[in-house]
């Protein structure tokens, strides 16, 4: 029994239309335009109109508000982020030196940070505001898909370093636990995710009559997984197969609407919703390969239900026409999309799946390293999409232990796409998605770099401790990717069926699963097992842990000893701090599916390679 | 069981029977609670004594005139005594302030001083000052307040005042001073005589008489009512002294000729008149509950009820009278009594001839109790014996005697074993209430409450009071024995003595600390940092620190300690904490605070502070970046921002500028070692300068332009030699500029071009590209012509990217190759259907005949 993700909503609703009350009557919404599609997930614009919301008005776009209608009551929602915060400031400012007479509300998403305030202050505005904070609930995107919906997480955490989504992250987390019931089983991984946990106790101690009230013993959501981004950046830099997965990567889907462009319907663009959409919820999960088979056969289908109308009398007919011609006319119509779609992806003149994807294959099977180097040379002389590029190189470096033959490879991005590009590849290098090989390559050099090597590891040496001192490496505690990469790789035992999508691994064409995926199978085994209490299981899954070379200090694993093995309803909550992939929640339902688990996939955002390599190159 | 003799005789002999002592006469009773500990000292005749209800405290002033009112005239200064309600002096306070016209309780038992200029001074319990609430009573500062009442309004403790002016102005709370200035009596030639507040329902009013008229007078206005006097001496004698019973609903009226008016406070209903004969004006008129008036002279008590009748109690020294909502207590020289209506339940059980079952379930219990065969007899006389059990249960709540107490309540247990349903809950209950109140009303504590009093006050308040007190280990006691939630009960008492603690200025700072955490430890509802906030304001640093590291909710203990001034460790936790907010609060506190270096030194022990604070100045600040960077000696970084700075700055003006920027970046990265970036750097120096001359030279926009650009734009325009020049002075591989060369070529259509650099001796892209780039530019059949010199394991997926789906098919036929073919099909079945099944056919041809060269031939 899944739990009810609608009472999630209704909470970040209810909490939406409090904040808004911040000014109350009639008023001018100004919004940060970052903002807006997290918004439209919440809520529609009848129940802002409901809050008294008359116009609403881009931050980035309009200039200082005026008073509209005698509607002299502005509100602005903004993200809580210094640039927002200051255009604000500029607008009241500009405001108060013309006289306008108006008054201001500013609601900071997702809490109202302190320096927020301070910049208020030091701006000599904070007397003509009223601050506030609204701070929404993980958001359902689907029935088991639920987002935070920050964008820009990867950025802040490992290019910045900043730590300010994790208060509000939490929060969230510990929200689900009033409302659906403490979690009983924890696994995390990774060092934002231990922070995370960190955190719960103070909350514990702030909201400690919160979480009594819901103090029960059966909790809906029993079992969390959380997970940092940084375990494994392999798998958004791969494409995924599933076909929602591709249809992301190629026109982009954003909360539920995917954006197909003129290609596809051979018209305008539209915006397709997914919620509307039958056929997609049959085809989504498939793999790539397998969509166009199920689409012919449907088809085939519709048109034998159209056919079937002919023998008909007329009284037949006429229900025929009144009720099953609307559904296959309708069903027809998604079809022709998804043809269009599929063939728009085939034929697609920017990006060429089936290149890119051999290509990536070929890098996690460490072979054909010469054709890689080639195509990537080929590609930057053809100025082709940048990302991608990118993506590939860093998919190299994470799955091959640094991109070879780095040096040209630089070289001839920066050529081709131009010098601003440095600080692209310095941010990639800062987050760790791209650094050089370390290997030894087989000639003199490497020769050399052995005998340096053998020097210092030995205990006597000075050099030792000195470059362990030194080195960037022994500062962060050290993943290795391809320590996961083996770790996750398909046993052999196991036929990885693309039509059937039988194993996590099928939207990488079988060759691994993603490492929340295989980490997830491994801790809901275990769950199962028979026999299991909690100081067993949670050795099991420490061993478990050990297998994927994680440093200790990152994992933590803790059951309590009382409670049920996991739960009513076999629920189990998956969360990646950092953005889950498409693929991975693909990856994820096969692995419920398998084990009769409902798993509700979680993240601080929907994110994909594009997304995150974006993310290293605008900011 | 000896006491059980003394219960043979009647229970009865205190009590006192008003009116005709027939069925319905009602009886009234006095009993003594304390003999008070200020026998020796205390005279009630020189002092004015206010005592606070609820059995609250008891504050007197000495007053030569008997009047409450002290002025500066007096030299000696006045001194305030505050006692216990049994009269132990708990505190003293030396009077030093203006003219002092009313002293009263409020209901959270403050001290309230009304000064002749409207200002109220609020003291606690221990004498110490907790405020003076401003209150501005009139217009003009000559209008001063003549009079004054305190008065227990519906949402807190509210003060009126008759000012010399005549004008009324109420403050319906002292706590927010909000005065309201109520309308004018009529004839103000007249003096008022006397006048009361009515505080009934949410609303405020003022009953106040002019001689014989009477006014209701409010904020709006002020109305005449007409109490009906009967008698002529009522009728025309000016009325002196007037009561409002505590719960606003009745009032009482005396004139000048001692006749007693009672009624409700509206006006709309006369109880009765009574003629009381003495004329002289008494000293304290006061309602006892809602039943009864008590009129005091010096030595004489008048009690008249709502009938008209009264009774007199002679005491033997002067008194005071406090009322309460169900009695009244009398406080005299000697002893501390309270005269209360003989409630119904007790009269049931103990009154004389009382056939009411809980009076026979009393006998009986006392019989068994001795053993006799009569308890079996009067058992059985009870009809009812649940409402038995009930009134031997109420009525103990009604007892201050524990031993009377016990014997009703086994009276109850005894009822109790006749019944076969009985819900425990409100014996247990009762005990339970009982414990309480005789607990409070020990000598050493004396809180004397009656039952009634203890359900309207309840027991957090009583909580609160005995913690006022400072009766911690009490209240805790209380709180545990009701099990109250830790949050209400234990944790917060313990808060409370914590925050006590920390003012004992005597104990050594570090011994407190120990003590206190030695307390708390085991609770975890306990807020350190409220204690630590206290210890603060107490001037108490040292402890203040101490205490503020127990706490462990960081997002208050952090602000705290910067408060304290303990900044390392705030900046550790909030570190430690991994809230960026915290972090945030305690960067910019600290910066502003301590000079920069010392600042710098300090965050850059924390790593993660630091990257926020640079972020921070990186939207702030951006030019003190590079400093932190420099210090760092993060030479990688500081490059980073040169380049951001040389790509940034757009115009051209600033040309030279951003040169200069990446001179300094590459600087940079030969500082760090990064020599590759260092030529990155170098290179595009140079490129930037080419891009210059060109830019002059064509007037074309060339800046910024990438290498790539830079050489696709010279060869658009033809500059074949240009374009090569560059492909060597940066190296730029063959394999790059023969792509770039296609690529414009075939963007500019110029496909007889494109065939000639096709007929070339060495094609280094292959001729892969050259369908490509016909494809990208809509030329399908100019691609056609390629398509044949594409490497053969390549040929039929270039078909098939050109769309020439048939031959595509053909090709891999012939190669025998079934996933090739398969390959085609999935790629033309959205486009050719009847292809799509043509290829099916093939493959099954392929898999059953394999074809030979003829076959095809024949196909064709």
């Known amino acids: ?619 | 069981m000896s006491f059980l003799t003394e219960f043979d005789r009647p229970l009865t002999t205190d009590w006192i029977s008003i009116g005709d002592g027939d069925e319905t006469s009602e009886f009234y009773r006095k009993i003594e609670l304390y003999d008070m500990e200020w026998t020796s000292q205390i005279d009630i005749e020189n002092y004015a004594v206010v005592g606070a209800s609820y059995g609250g405290p008891i504050a007197i002033i000495k007053d030569d005139k008997k009047f409450l009112r002290v002025t500066p005239q007096i030299p000696v200064k006045p001194i305030i005594s505050i006692f216990t309600a049994a009269g132990r002096l708990i505190s003293s306070v030396k009077w030093d302030s203006g003219v002092l016209i009313r002293m009263g309780w409020s209901s959270s038992e403050d001290l309230l001083c009304v000064q002749e200029d409207g200002n109220i001074l609020v003291y606690n319990l221990f004498g110490a000052s907790k405020e003076t609430v401003q209150c501005l009573i009139g217009s003009e500062s000559k209008e001063k307040a003549f009079e004054a009442e305190i008065f227990p309004s519906n949402n807190g403790t509210g003060v009126a005042y008759l000012t010399t002016k005549g004008n009324f102005v109420v403050v319906n709370n002292y706590r927010n001073a909000r005065a309201t200035k109520f309308a004018q009596v009529p004839f103000s030639d007249i003096k008022i005589t006397s006048w009361t507040v009515v505080a009934a329902n949410r609303l405020t009013h003022i009953v106040a008489a002019r001689e014989t008229s009477v006014y209701r007078v409010d904020a709006t206005q002020a109305e005449q009512v007409f109490p009906e006097f009967v008698s002529v001496a009522g009728m025309n004698s000016a009325i002196t002294f007037m009561a409002a019973s505590l719960n606003g609903v009745h009032i009482a009226l005396l004139t000048e000729s001692g006749i007693l008016w009672m009624g409700s406070s509206d006006f709309g209903k006369k109880y009765c008149e009574h003629t009381l004969g003495l004329r002289t004006k008494p000293k304290q008129m006061v309602w006892c509950g809602s039943k009864a008036v008590v009129i005091s002279w010096d030595t004489t008590l008048v009690l008249v009820n709502l009938a008209g009748e009264s009774i007199s109690f002679t005491m033997d020294s002067q008194f005071a009278l406090i009322p309460e909502i169900d009695c009244v207590r009398v406080v005299g020289n000697t002893t501390h009594e309270i005269i209360q209506k003989v409630p119904r339940e007790t009269n049931s059980v103990f009154g004389i001839g009382s056939v009411e079952p809980g009076s026979v379930l009393f006998l009986a219990s006392n019989e068994y109790a001795k053993g006799s065969h009569k308890a079996d007899e009067y058992i059985r006389t009870i009809n009812n014996m649940n409402k038995a059990v009930e009134e031997c249960i109420s009525a103990a709540g009604h007892e201050f005697y524990p031993p009377t107490q016990k014997l009703l309540l086994k009276a109850a247990q005894f009822g109790k074993c006749f019944l076969t349903k009985y819900n425990p809950e409100g014996f247990v209950h009762m005990c339970q209430m009982l414990r309480i109140l005789n607990a409070v009303k020990d000598y050493k504590i004396a809180i004397p409450l009656t039952y009634i009093q203890l359900e309207k006050l309840t027991i957090p308040v009583l909580i609160d009071r005995l913690v006022m007190r400072r009766q911690y280990s009490l209240a805790i006691k209380i709180a545990e024995f009701l099990k109250l939630r830790e949050s209400q009960g234990r944790s917060r008492i313990l808060a409370h003595w914590a925050c006590y603690k920390v003012g004992q200025t005597h104990i050594e700072e570090g011994k407190l600390a120990d003590e206190i955490y030695e307390k708390l430890k085991s609770d975890t509802n306990i807020s350190y940092s409220e204690i630590a906030n206290k210890a603060f304001e107490a001037g108490r640093k040292k402890l203040a620190l101490k205490l503020a590291r127990f706490e462990v909710r960081r997002s208050i203990q952090v602000p705290l300690l910067l408060q304290l001034g303990d900044k390392d460790t705030a900046l550790h936790n909030a570190v430690e904490s991994g809230d960026a907010n915290l972090i945030y609060e305690v960067l910019l506190n600290l910066r502003d605070s301590m000079p920069l270096g010392q600042f710098q030194m300090l965050i850059r022990k924390q790593p993660m502070a630091q990257k926020l604070y640079i972020k921070y100045c990186k939207i702030f600040k951006p030019e003190s970046v590079r400093d932190i960077y420099d210090q760092e000696d993060d030479f990688e970084a500081q490059a980073a921002l040169f380049i951001k700075e040389s790509y940034s700055s757009q115009s051209e003006s600033k040309f030279g500028a951003r040169l200069s920027s990446l001179i300094s970046a590459q600087e940079m990265y030969k500082k760090s070692k990064n020599e590759f970036m260092a030529s990155v750097c170098e290179e595009q120096v140079r490129l930037l300068k080419y891009q210059q001359t060109l830019q002059q030279q064509y007037g074309k926009d060339f800046i910024d332009l990438s290498l790539r650009d830079t050489i696709k734009e010279l060869l658009s325009m033809k500059e074949l030699k240009l374009a090569e020049k560059l492909r060597s002075e940066f190296k730029v591989s063959e394999k790059m500029f023969w792509s770039i060369r296609l690529q414009t070529l075939g963007e500019h259509h110029e496909w007889s071009e494109v065939e000639k650099m096709s007929k070339a001796k060495k094609v280094p892209g292959g001729f892969e590209e050259f369908v490509e780039v016909c494809l990208q530019y809509s030329n399908r059949a100019e691609a056609h012509k390629y398509l044949s010199r594409v490497k053969e394991d390549l040929q039929v997926k270039y078909y098939v990217m050109a769309r020439y789906f048939e031959e595509a098919a053909d090709i891999a036929y012939e190669r025998k190759n079934e996933n090739e073919l398969l390959f085609v099909r999935s790629s033309c079945i959205t486009s050719d259907r009847s292809l799509a099944e043509k290829i099916e056919g093939m493959v099954t041809q392929l898999r059953t005949a394999p074809p030979d060269r003829g076959n095809r031939s024949s196909r064709k």
């Open chain 1, 1 to 619: 029994m899944p739990p009810d993700i609608g009472l999630i909503r209704g909470v970040s609703r209810e909490n939406l239309s409090r904040a808004l009350r911040l000014k109350r009557g009639k008023k001018i919404l100004i919004i940060d335009s970052k903002l807006t599609a997290t918004l439209d997930l919440i809520a529609n614009f009848r129940f802002l109109q409901d809050h008294g919301v008359e116009k609403v008005f881009q931050l980035e776009k309009c200039g200082p508000p005026q008073p509209i209608d005698s509607i002299n009551q502005c509100l602005y929602l903004i993200r809580s982020d210094l640039m927002s915060a200051r255009l604000v400031c500029d607008q009241i400012n500009s405001n108060l030196n013309r006289n306008v007479q108006m008054t201001y509300g500013v609601i900071v998403v997702p809490r109202l940070l302190h320096v927020i305030s301070t910049l208020f202050e030091s701006e000599g505005i904070y007397e003509h505001v009223t601050l506030g904070q609204y701070a929404y609930e993980l958001i359902p995107i689907e029935d088991h898909v639920l987002s935070l919906e920050f964008d820009d997480i990867v950025a802040q955490l490992w290019l910045h370093k900043d730590t300010s989504y994790l208060a509000p992250i939490s929060k969230a987390l510990f929200n689900i636990r009033g409302i659906y019931g403490d979690f009983s089983h924890v696994v995390a991984v990774g060092h934002y995710s231990q922070n995370i946990l960190r955190m719960q106790v103070e909350y514990e101690r702030i909201y400690t009559n919160n979480l009594k009230a819901h103090n029960r013993q059966e909790s809906d959501i029993p079992t969390l997984i959380i997970v940092d981004r940084d375990i494994d950046f392999v798998t958004p830099m791969m494409i995924p197969l599933s076909y929602e997965a591709v249809l992301d990567e190629i026109f982009g889907i954003k909360g539920r609407i995917i954006m197909l462009g003129s290609e596809v319907t051979g018209k305008e663009p539209v915006k397709h919703n997914i919620p509307n959409d039958k056929v997609f919820e049959k085809v989504r999960n498939l793999h790539f390969s397998q969509v166009v088979s199920y689409l012919i056969a449907q088809e085939k289908e519709t048109r034998r239900l159209q056919d079937g109308s002919a023998g008909l009398n007329l009284q037949q007919m006429k229900k025929f026409v009144s009720t099953d011609l609307q559904k296959i006319q309708a069903l027809k119509k998604m079809l022709v999309l998804h043809f269009g779609a599929f063939d728009a992806i085939l034929h697609h003149k920017k990006v060429n799946l089936k290149k890119l994807v051999d290509l990536q294959d070929n890098i996690i099977d460490n072979v054909d390293n010469k054709e890689t180097i080639n195509y990537l040379e080929d590609a930057m002389a053809r100025s082709f999409d940048a990302t991608r590029i990118l993506r590939l190189f860093c998919l190299s470096s994470l799955a091959q232990d640094g991109l070879r033959d780095s040096k040209n490879l630089k070289t001839q991005f920066i050529q081709s796409y131009g010098y601003k590009h440095l600080i692209t590849l310095h941010n990639l290098e800062k987050m760790g998605l791209l650094y050089n090989f370390k290997g030894l390559e087989v000639n003199a050099k490497g020769m050399a770099q052995v005998v340096t090597k053998v020097a210092s590891a030995s205990p006597f040496s000075s050099s030792a401790t000195a470059t362990a001192v030194g080195s960037p490496s022994s500062k962060t505690v050290h993943i290795s990717p391809q320590a996961i990469l083996k770790k996750s790789a398909t046993p052999s035992n196991i036929m990885v069926d693309l039509v059937t999508a039988n194993h996590s691994s099928y939207i990488f064409n079988g060759k691994f699963s993603p490492f929340v995926a295989k980490l997830t199978e491994e801790v809901l085994s275990v769950l199962v097992a028979p026999k299991m209490n909690s100081a067993l299981a949670e050795r099991k899954i420490d061993d478990h842990l050990k297998g994927y070379h994680i440093p200790e200090k990152l994992t933590s694993v803790k059951f309590k000893a009382t409670s049920e093995a996991y739960g009513r309803g076999r629920n189990a909550l998956v969360f990646v701090v950092g953005g889950i992939t498409r693929g991975e929640v693909a990856a994820l339902q096969t692995i419920g599916r398998n084990i009769g688990f409902n798993i509700i996939c979680a993240g601080t955002d929907i994110t994909n390679g594009t997304k995150i390599i974006n993310l290293a190159t605008t900011s």
